[in-house]
T-cell receptor, first 112, second 112 residues
Framework: GENVGLHLPTLSVQEGDNSIINCAYS??????FIWYKQESGKGPQFIIDIRSNMDKRQGQRVTVLLNKTVKHLSLQIAATQPGDSAVYFC???????????FGTGTRLKVLA | DSGVTQTPKHLITATGQRVTLRCSPR?????VYWYQQSLDQGLQFLIQYYNGEERAKGNILERFSAQQFPDLHSELNLSSLELGDSALYFCASSVEGENTIYFGEGSWLTVV
């Protein structure tokens, strides 16, 4: 289940530092966005979501920022921990549709 | 544990064969989604069912088909298998009206 063959962009951060993972989405009609975390050999796990009527949403140690002007989404992870090492995907969905479009993913490596 | 159950977890089969992947959605979820994750293409949407009816279709090959049964479990049938069909196949489910979709752990298919 590892994405070892994917040429994913990789972000390496020191344990305890903050991480910022970026995603450019494609559809200006998308009104709902989700960040997923996928650990090796597991299915994507929901982290946080945001609707297009918001530009920021905070969870536990995570913050999602949405910039609709440039169709950009980011996930900020505070005080990154070794357990945060995974591939992170953003997903978008347009209003009135049922199809979620996933980004290619970013591999986060936490350095001890 | 997302509550979405997929079987089998691993499957090895020969080219030209047919396999069936099974998914049980979270309790109460009416929508089921199928995604393919291959090494070079990330998460690709295949098809969605809602309460037994096909609701949305993605890049699903004609050799592939799916259905959702009255008890809401779903099956993805892959036939005339080719080497390029080797991938992780994920099922996800959601409650009608709720945008978040929850993924199972996937079925890893290897075609040899």
């Amino acid at each position: 289940g590892e994405n070892v063959g994917l040429h994913l962009p990789t972000l390496s951060v020191q344990e305890g530092d903050n991480s910022i993972i970026n995603c450019a989405y494609s559809n200006s009609a998308s009104d709902y966005f989700i960040w997923y975390k996928q650990e090796s050999g597991k299915g994507p796990q929901f982290i946080i979501d945001i609707r297009s009527n918001m530009d920021k949403r905070q969870g536990q140690r995570v913050t999602v920022l949405l910039n609709k002007t440039v169709k950009h989404l980011s996930l900020q992870i505070a005080a990154t921990q070794p357990g945060d090492s995974a591939v992170y995907f953003c997903a978008e969905k347009a209003s009135g549709t049922y199809k979620y479009i996933f980004g290619t993913g970013t591999r986060l490596k936490v350095l001890a | 544990d997302s509550g979405v159950t997929q079987t089998p977890k691993h499957l090895i089969t020969a080219t030209g064969q047919r396999v069936t992947l099974r998914c049980s959605p979270r309790s109460g979820d009416l929508s089921v989604y199928w995604y393919q994750q291959s090494l070079d293409q990330g998460l690709q949407f295949l098809i969605q069912y809602y309460n037994g009816e096909e609701r949305a279709k993605g890049n699903i090959l004609e050799r592939f088909s799916a259905q959702q049964f009255p008890d809401l479990h779903s099956e993805l049938n892959l036939s005339s298998l080719e080497l390029g069909d080797s991938a992780l196949y994920f099922c996800a489910s959601s409650v009608e009206g709720e945008n978040t979709i929850y993924f199972g752990e996937g079925s890893w298919l290897t075609v040899v």
